[in-house]
């Protein structure tokens, strides 16, 4: 087991140093999620949520300590089927690397690391293990522990500092930041209104700072990459490939607009909404610049880690008015490392899964004929247009409260047409109309609020939404799969 976790955090270290992906651990773990069956990735989403990652982290630790511990029994007289073993993972290590599509032939060093490490120390320690004729030194069994104390410690350290290292490379945020205080804006983000939100009475802030802003990826890695590092490519079915560096997106005029996100995978009551002002290049200027060929449909866009794709339909992109974004930047600052740093895409009324790539470093313009993004392979729905929603945030759902007038209220949101109606309902009664926050714009969500009067007894409210062309949220019940849920949130609570 020692010798595992010393293959384990000289792997790391290695990869810090020279290319953080090219950790055996991550891209086995990366392996492991390109390669999982549908059902699994479903079920690990479900229930799991956010945390999948980390559980899916732990889960191959806990393999790794089981299968180490079983080479290390049946390695107590030679050290051969130990060997053996760490040769295996070795080489698994080296062909998740070797396979994993931003790979260069430098990434094999952490591979290599790891193997080089792992059957090291088995022989050193098994060598240090073997029964000695008595001396007047140190016994076996002391010796051995402090080599144990060793490598164990070695090892965390290692690792602990290729994390560090791998990290290192998001220090440019802060020159963003600054740079971006610095610049013009061709477009400004008007100043949300007062009236826009009712934190009071529950719902969220109107903008939802970073820290909050829900967060959704399949990186098991941050990919870490300077902006004077970055560049876009933006090519296939276009009258003139274009490559952009991050100072040629600064040069262009920066725009901002303030968006609300949404996952597909967002429940019917659920908690994956947020809302920023994002800043960047108009995606529409920049795609007509580029010059779209006739039946292209598709635009694919591919984080730097090439781990990840999305989709998105070009009418969506070349709609004049949809604002879809290039963003370098969120709420004031340069984008959060977890959110895009250094570019991402953003396109208001479309899934995240069909739009919103973080770290954007290609766009190829293709069709849907052509190819297919990541979740479409995975049976989820090829278009991703947003589904009219409403949530209730107070009263909280089995909570309880006094008799008498209760306050209601939550969100609802219908990109990129806006929200013009709300109505709650108490059990079975007619609906009513709630008051609507002052509106932002079409991109973003809507606060709401209105009160019910009950008596004591547990009790419903539900609500449901109408968009700006007058079509109300649908009430049929649909799960997230295949491209979004659908029916009308309720809550139930107790007065007394
Ligand atoms: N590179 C990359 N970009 C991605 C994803 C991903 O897994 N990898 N997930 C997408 C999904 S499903 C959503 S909902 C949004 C979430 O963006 P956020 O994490 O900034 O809220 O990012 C999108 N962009
Ligand atoms: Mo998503």
């Known amino acids: 087991m020692l010798s595992v976790a010393a293959a384990l955090g000289a792997g790391h270290l290695v990869a810090g140093l020279v290319s953080p992906a090219s950790s055996p651990f991550l891209a086995v773990g990366n392996g492991a999620i390109a390669l999982a069956p549908q059902w699994l990735v479903e079920f690990a989403k479900s229930a799991f949520g956010t945390a999948d990652k980390p559980v899916l982290l732990a889960g191959m630790a806990l393999v790794l300590a089981a299968a180490a511990a079983g080479a290390g029994l049946a390695s107590r007289a030679r050290p051969q089927p130990g060997v053996r073993a760490i040769t295996a993972l070795g080489l698994l290590g080296f062909a998740a690397v070797a396979l994993s599509p931003a790979f260069t032939p430098v990434d094999l060093l952490a591979p290599a690391a790891s193997a080089g490490a792992g059957i090291l120390v088995l022989r050193r320690l098994h060598a240090l293990a073997q029964p000695r004729p008595a001396t007047a030194g140190p016994g076996r069994r002391s010796v051995l522990a402090g080599a144990s104390g060793v490598v164990a410690f070695g090892a965390l350290a290692a690792g602990g500092l290729g994390q560090l290292l791998g990290g290192r490379l998001t220090g440019s945020r802060d020159e963003v930041t600054a740079a971006l205080r610095g610049l013009p804006r061709a477009e400004r983000a008007p100043a949300v209104p007062a009236g826009a939100a009712f934190p009071d009475q529950g719902t969220p802030t109107f903008l939802t700072s970073n820290a909050d802003f829900y967060r959704i990826d399949t990186a098991l890695r941050i990919p870490t990459q300077t902006a004077a590092d970055w560049s876009l490519r933006i090519h296939g079915m276009v009258g003139r490939e274009l490559v952009l560096t991050f100072d040629d997106l600064l040069a262009r ?35 007509l610049e580029a010059g779209i060929a006739p039946g292209a449909d598709q635009v694919l866009s591919t984080s730097s880690d090439g781990l990840w794709t999305a989709g998105t339909p070009v009418d969506v992109l070349l709609e004049p008015d949809r604002g879809a974004l290039l963003a370098v930047g969120m709420n004031g600052e340069a984008l959060p490392p977890e959110h895009g740093f250094p570019v991402r895409m953003v396109v208001p009324g ?46 909280r759902g089995y909570g309880s409260t006094p008799a008498g007038r209760v306050a209601v209220a939550g969100i609802a949101w219908s990109p990129p047409r806006g929200v013009s109606r709300v109505e709650v ?46 079509t109300t949220q649908t009430e049929e019940r649909a799960d997230v799969l295949p491209d979004g849920a659908t029916g009308y949130h309720s809550v139930v609570f107790t007065a007394s």
């Open 253 to 287: 005029p920066l725009v901002e607009r303030t968006i609300t996100m949404i996952c597909v995978s967002n429940e019917v009551g659920g908690e994956y909404v947020s809302t920023a002002d994002f800043v960047g290049v108009d995606l529409r200027a920049i795609l």
């Open 350 to 395: 479309l899934y995240g899964y069909v739009s919103a790539t973080k770290w954007v470093t290609d766009l190829e313009v293709t069709t849907f004929g052509a190819k297919q993004a990541y979740w479409l392979q995975r049976g989820w729905g090829e278009r991703g247009p947003v589904k009219t929603q409403s949530r209730i945030d107070a009263p």
């Open 425 to 470: 309902r108490l059990d079975d009664g007619p609906w009513a109309d709630a008051e609507l926050a002052t509106e932002v714009g079409g991109r973003t969500w809507r606060m709401w609020r209105t009160s019910v009067d009950v008596v004591p007894g547990s009790h419903v409210v539900a609500v449901r939404a109408t968009d700006a062309d007058g």
